[in-house]
């Protein structure tokens, strides 16, 4: 019985393999015919123009730290002028920014499956890889001159480097590992500062991961103290620092990024809407007053957020799911949208909260914390000011680990059903 559990497992593999490799041939032709465009869709330009004119500014003038646009992502900025100064071909500069997106989104899926192997289940990494590679939204991200891709990676990144801090037993591999893992926080940060959040969530799940191997509460506090900051040093020499050299050169507050202040008070006024772009004409009170004052008001935005970001609502960055059009060509009628998104959704939330339940009966909620953790990090910024579900995409290797658990528990519990139906 071992024996054929064990070819049927190799099958499943080879099938998935087969599978994410298609996917990715898929991907790459798809980036191969957008050819040297920045972008292929005029509505999908975005921020583009700015990063452009970052990129060639920074690259020409070989200061990376005197940006003349930091409202707009400082972080990728820099990213896009360094590939530029690695491989300074102008004819084919765009071409290249999406090959190393493409191989981001390679190396993504890599990391999902070892995530998916190693704390779900050995079906779990098949199946979300396959789930991963398959993303339209990736797909098309990839070929766009924005960080969503980029952060994607990130975040994997800084996930499994904080978890692998968990497992280890030398002192100075975790310490080592926790630096890392803040240094790819910090740099999240400044590529987009509503994930500001990511750093203070990290050091919650420093103390739960040390909390759970040391039983002394003395050493707990002491040695978690220690190592929340060597985890948040790299925040202040990397972000805090940014921001207090552009708050003196601008004589202003600047917090990563410029207008941040105001990015809060245009989502939060009477006349905001809930979706991130065109902003609306602030209305008063705005920001924490508008909160305080209309607090019913600032619950309905947030719910309207929500539901720009899982797609439920559509901002001008929609972009239509192909399974959604076959079927809606096939059958002559546009019911299936809202049908697919809710069990895309509610295939999440299940898998979420059944993995939370299976990990505090295991006592390994605190080395997984990282997972829900980092999710949450990733949802507040929208959900606080404004939304649309491309601020979701970097979040997306994450959601098809939890579906793939969904979909695995599903079958599991089917099949317990159905043997004894027939046995009987």
Known sequence: MNIINKKRIRYYYVAGVLIAFFGLFVSFKFTLSTGNLPWFEPRLCIDGPYYINGMISIARSNDFLNLKDI?????????????????????????????????????????????????????????????????????????LLQPEVLLGFLLLMYVCFQ????????????????????????????????????????????????????????????NTLFQIFIFFLPFILIFVAWSVYYSFKNHCIITGQSRSLWRFMIGNNPNALGYSYPYPVMGKPAGFQFIISQPIRFLWLIKQRFLFLWDFKKDIWYLKSPIIEWLNMHSGKGIFEMPFYLVCFFAFLAGFLIKIRSDLNRSSIAITSSLYLTFFASIIGPLLIFSSSRFLIPSVPLIVLFQSYFIIWFFQKLKNITIPLKAG
């Open 71 to 143: 409202y707009h992502s400082p972080g990728y900025q820099i990213y896009l002028a360094l590939i530029y100064k690695f491989f300074p071909y102008d004819g084919k500069i765009f071409y290249i920014v999406k090959i190393v997106s493409w191989v981001l989104n390679l190396l993504c899926a890599g990391l999902v499956f070892y995530l998916g192997e190693k704390y779900f289940s050995q079906y779990v990494g098949i199946i979300a890889t396959i789930l991963f590679v398959w993303s339209t939204k990736y797909r098309i991200y990839i070929n």
């Open 163 to 222: 978890m692998k801090a968990a497992e280890v037993k030398s002192k100075r591999k975790q310490l080592f590992l926790l630096f890392i893992s803040g240094t790819l926080s910090s740099v999240i940060c400044l590529i987009q500062v509503r994930y500001i959040f990511i750093v203070l969530f990290g050091c919650v799940s420093i103390y739960l991961k040390h909390r759970a191997r040391v039983m002394n509460k003395k050493l707990v506090y002491k």
